[in-house]
């Protein structure tokens, strides 16, 4: 019995010694970034509701810039713009990181929008939003065939074709409705939404109300886009928030986007061609 007791103790003790070791491996770390540095320049004088940012870090970053209350709300971009529709202070914030996963460090600045922003109804943004009304104008998935087409890559969409009247009841009746002051996107869903990952069943979901921002002419061979916020998205759930403009007319709307996965990020081979028609 003895002898039984000291093999217990002993062999404890191995086990604890190697433990220590690898934990201490695992988490010597590097030091974070230093915070970062950047500019905002006014774009039309002191009382501009649009802004230049530059990111002016140096260094193998990753980086997200957050525009509270701005279109867009985020970006990756090193220089981009961004627009404030209303009167008042937003914060500006980047964040970057270092490749090796050492921590993320920021700055914050701030801009004051001395007036609100003029609203140019454009051709494209009358399509979309329905004559720029206060009401809107929604979309819906089509029942044509082809309504949901998946492929490889952005030319490709040999994985499938969805059928005539071949997606779920659910779906046909969701709403994407965008309008034009404020822009305001919506996803009226009627309580239910498809969710691919979970077996394709209907669920309850309610993404609640945010905005978009239509950028003309940066999408793939000269595309028009539309961004919506990281959860949000159009058609189908595990489709990107950030979609190419394929076809825009009075009745019809073709765009295209990556697929993602559940945690938000764009998978690395996977597209989506969507075709929606006027709710």
Known sequence: MKKKIIYIIFTLTVIFVGCKSDRDDLFNLGTPPDPPQFTIEPLDGDSSSRFLVKDLSTGNFQRLWSFKGGIPATSNKAIDTVSFSKIGEYPITLYVSKSNGSGTSYSTKKVNVLKDAPLVCSPKLALLTGDCSPVGKCWTLSHEAGAVKVGPTYDD???????????QKEQYDDGFCFTFEGFVFQYKNNVATVNPWNGYKAEAYDPGISTFAFLEGTGINGRDQILLPDDQFMGVWDSDNLLDIVMLTE??????TRQREQKGTPKAEGWFELVFVKQ
Do not use: C, F, Q
Request: aromatic share 18%; no cysteine.
């Open 157 to 167: 969409y040999s994985w499938y074709t969805s059928p005539v009247d071949g997606l």
């Open 251 to 256: 009745s019809k709307l073709v765009v295209r």
